[in-house]
């Protein structure tokens, strides 16, 4: 079956950096893209980017450009999600998720568990 | 950005009753050239990632119960549980992936009355 398994929690100081990585399985990675979307504690969803499993193409929100990157490794069916310059409301669960279809326009499914990450001084 | 309105904000409904969820989009996710509405349903339980319930606007995934259904097209969308079950505890997202940025509903909480 389809699994998305993402990296333990971590807790980071603001301005650090952090590397989420979520490790793929069960189909072929390069069929398709991942999303990233993080969740606020207690709050709604926010999609950040997404990455093809074909060529690496990316596409980010805006408001994260510039401190957002997302790459994938194929040799492990992996991708992964760096934020820098992280700051306090940077505090969320942070999913990534395989995307139907052959680019950014698709529905979400299945969502790896989720990777708390904590910005606290 | 095409901005995800959902109704009510939460909703409480007595076991085996029906549960009904709006969305509305600020400008229309069908496309015309497949007649495709790009939107989805996902359902969140405390704890745990989304779960796609219907592509599509009406498609339903497997295994998703019956009770399940998503109908609407263009800017108007439904969810509705036709008869709840204690398990459906949970929060409810649209999600429109017809353009970039992909954006969601602020959420709809259901619980039981």
């Known amino acids: 079956q389809v699994q998305l398994v993402q990296s333990g929690g971590e807790v980071k100081k603001p301005g650090a950096s952090v590397k989420v990585s979520c490790k793929t399985s069960?189909?072929?990675?390069?069929?398709?893209?991942i999303s990233w979307v993080r969740q606020a504690p207690g709050l709604g969803l926010e999609w950040m980017g997404w990455i093809s499993g074909y060529n690496g193409k990316t596409n980010y929100v805006q408001k994260l450009q510039g401190r957002v990157t997302m790459t994938t490794d194929t040799s492990t069916t992996t991708a992964y999600m760096e934020l820098r310059s992280l700051r306090s409301d940077d505090t969320a669960i942070y999913y990534c998720a395989r995307v139907a279809g052959a680019n950014e326009h698709g529905w979400f499914d299945p969502w790896g568990q989720g990777t708390l990450v904590t910005v606290s001084s | 950005d095409i901005v995800m309105t959902q109704s009510p904000d939460s909703l409480a409904v007595s076991l085996g009753e029906r549960a009904t969820i709006n969305c509305k989009s600020s400008q229309s996710v069908l496309y015309s050239s497949n007649k495709k509405n790009y939107l989805g349903w996902y359902q969140q339980k405390p704890g745990q990632p989304p779960k796609l319930l219907i592509h599509w606007a009406s498609t339903r995934e497997p295994g998703v119960p019956d009770r399940f259904s998503g109908s609407g097209s263009g800017t108007d969308f439904t969810l509705t549980i036709s008869t709840l079950q204690a398990e459906d505890v949970a929060v409810y997202y649209c999600?429109?992936?017809?353009?970039?940025?992909?954006?969601f509903g602020q959420g709809t909480k259901v619980e039981i009355k």
């Open positions: 999600h429109q992936y017809y353009s970039t940025p992909p954006t």
């Open positions: 069960g189909y072929t990675f390069s069929s398709y893209g």
